[in-house]
């Protein structure tokens, strides 16, 4: 497919991960693309890399300046820039929530303030903000990320409200249990990383893990021309964990 060819795209968090699948499927498909990540240094040639941390505000500026003007314009921005965390309420102190929100929620402010000046000038402005299924699922243990995520769908529909006569479509992704390298140091930690990851597949009814291709697939999706009446969205890669309860397996 060429369906993003003319196209630029900016995408946070994009040198591993969702991130780099999303940046090179959408090369892939056309369009220029330029990543903003914390090191960018394995980012290879067609995409750009720049450096930005996304809590620093003049930081970001400063990236996606230097991206859109290198580009040509801006198109699509990805917000997938994220870090996890584990445990109930009683488990992370204030300054763990206050840096884990400050990336997940505040890091998806940050980077589409300075893109929406861009994002407005062009015929095909999207943004697609890499949610999780913990925003609309009670999960063990993931008190503050369930928290962090379910503020970044309830500001995708928001931004998508604001920005439609802007002509900015604003939609999200909710994977499920994804195969990226925070999810292996996850497994790596754990006292049985064989069980451990045997119980996140079950817990999803494809009983496997979502890859980043498959999230990236569904972010081009959203992001693409061809879902232009698209918008205020948010689109599960979960393997069918929010929507299906299948009866237990009996032998």
């Known amino acids: 497919m060429t369906d993003f060819t003319g196209l630029t795209a900016l995408v946070t ?146 931004m998508a409200a604001d920005h439609v006569r802007d002509g900015v479509r604003v939609n999200c992704v909710n994977p499920g249990t994804v195969d990226t390298p925070w999810v292996g140091r996850l497994l790596d930690a754990a006292p049985d990383p064989a069980a451990e990851r045997a119980a996140l597949a079950a817990r999803q009814p494809t009983g496997r893990l979502v890859t980043a291709d498959e999230v990236a697939g569904a972010i081009a999706y959203l992001a693409s021309p061809l879902s232009g009446a698209t918008t205020g969205t948010a689109l599960a890669v979960d393997g069918g964990m929010q929507g299906l309860r299948l009866r237990p397996v009996t032998r």
């Open 13 to 158: 968090g994009g040198a591993s991960g969702i991130g780099r699948a999303t940046a090179e499927l959408l090369a892939a498909r056309g369009a220029q693309v330029a990543v903003l990540d914390l090191d960018p240094s394995g980012v290879e040639k067609p995409l750009r890399g720049y450096v930005a941390d996304v809590t620093d505000d003049t930081a970001v500026r400063a990236a996606v300046a230097a991206a859109v003007a290198d580009l040509g314009g801006l198109d699509i921005l990805v917000n997938n820039a994220g870090i996890g965390a584990q445990g109930t309420v009683e488990d992370n102190d204030d300054d763990r929530w206050h840096a884990v929100l400050d990336v997940n929620v505040l890091g998806v402010v940050r980077t589409t303030r300075a893109a929406l000046p861009h994002l407005r000038a062009s015929a095909h402005a999207a943004i697609v903000n890499t949610c999780s299924i913990a925003a609309t699922a009670g999960l063990p243990q993931r008190a503050l990320y369930s928290a962090s995520k379910g503020a970044v769908l309830s500001l995708t529909l928001a």
